[in-house]
């Protein structure tokens, strides 16, 4: 039986979109960079769970974790990648950003806004981070926890439901780490998809505490673990 949960995973993808390959100054080792590596590994679950919804769309390209209008130079169509290397030789034209927002981005939220069911327990939003905190971060230069987990500082899901599952992540990560909202809160598509259903965030590590095929193990320990105690 799958597990009743929708599953997003944003920025596993490494693709060009042909709008900007022309303007493109980013070899892929940078592309690769900006993005979640070992996302596509950790969170292959998309036949463990009813609802799994991702893209191949390199977030360097179209950051889908950022508000259609925020133009900031790491904002959703980015003018630099978090580690403030240029993304285009010369600027996109507007109708490129915005053909680029309406056949990546709109698409992305829509088919989350749809897989929203009063028959799933939980969404979460997956994600892999540096194991050290970039330029643009929230914690430039800092070590970061092995695992983060959040709710928008509990705004994103019910509390009982949120602790069911840190607690099931606990148990199956132990003795690594388990963060709560740091060093993040919860992005836009936790934010605003909770008006939806509930909705947490998670981060990996990308040190290499762990292999990705067994953090991939362990988190469908949890998931299974938390669905279960939610189930009693």
């Given at each position: 039986m799958k597990l009743p949960?929708?599953?997003?995973?944003?920025?596993?993808?490494?693709?060009?979109?042909?709008?900007?390959?022309?303007?493109?100054?980013?070899?892929?080792?940078a592309i690769r960079a900006d993005g979640d590596v070992g996302a596509s590994a950790i969170y292959a679950i998309d036949g463990e769970v009813d609802a799994f919804v991702s893209?191949?769309?390199?977030?360097?390209?179209?950051?889908?974790?950022r508000a259609r209008d925020d133009r900031?130079?790491?904002?959703v169509v980015k003018t630099h990648t978090c580690w403030d290397?240029?993304?285009?030789?010369?600027p996109l034209p507007e109708p490129v950003v915005e053909h680029l927002l309406d056949r990546h981005w709109r698409p992305f939220h829509d088919r989350l806004t749809d897989a929203a069911s009063p028959s799933l327990v939980l969404a979460?939003?997956?994600?892999?981070?540096?194991?050290n905190g970039p330029p643009v971060g929230p914690d430039p230069g800092q070590r970061r926890p092995e695992l983060c987990?959040?709710?928008?500082?509990?705004?994103?899901?019910?509390?009982?439901?949120?602790?069911?599952?840190?607690?099931?992540?606990?148990?199956?990560f132990a003795?690594?780490?388990?963060?709560?909202n740091e060093p993040f809160r919860g992005g836009y598509i936790t934010r605003t998809h909770a008006a939806e259903m509930p909705w947490v965030?998670?981060?990996?590590?990308?040190?290499?505490?762990?292999?990705?095929?067994?953090?991939?193990?362990?988190?469908l320990d949890a998931l299974r673990r938390f669905v279960a105690a939610q189930a009693r």
């Amino acid at each position: 039986m799958k597990l009743p949960l929708l599953i997003s995973v944003p920025h596993a993808g490494l693709a060009v979109p042909p709008e900007a390959e022309p303007y493109n100054a980013l070899p892929l080792d940078a592309i690769r960079a900006d993005g979640d590596v070992g996302a596509s590994a950790i969170y292959a679950i998309d036949g463990e769970v009813d609802a799994f919804v991702s893209t191949d769309v390199a977030r360097a390209f179209v950051d889908l974790n950022r508000a259609r209008d925020d133009r900031h130079k790491d904002g959703v169509v980015k003018t630099h990648t978090c580690w403030d290397v240029p993304v285009y030789h010369t600027p996109l034209p507007e109708p490129v950003v915005e053909h680029l927002l309406d056949r990546h981005w709109r698409p992305f939220h829509d088919r989350l806004t749809d897989a929203a069911s009063p028959s799933l327990v939980l969404a979460i939003d997956c994600h892999t981070m540096a194991a050290n905190g970039p330029p643009v971060g929230p914690d430039p230069g800092q070590r970061r926890p092995e695992l983060c987990l959040s709710d928008v500082n509990g705004r994103s899901c019910p509390a009982p439901l949120f602790a069911r599952l840190r607690d099931a992540l606990a148990e199956a990560f132990a003795p690594f780490r388990v963060a709560v909202n740091e060093p993040f809160r919860g992005g836009y598509i936790t934010r605003t998809h909770a008006a939806e259903m509930p909705w947490v965030q998670l981060e990996f590590s990308r040190a290499p505490f762990l292999t990705d095929d067994e953090k991939r193990t362990r988190l469908l320990d949890a998931l299974r673990r938390f669905v279960a105690a939610q189930a009693r």
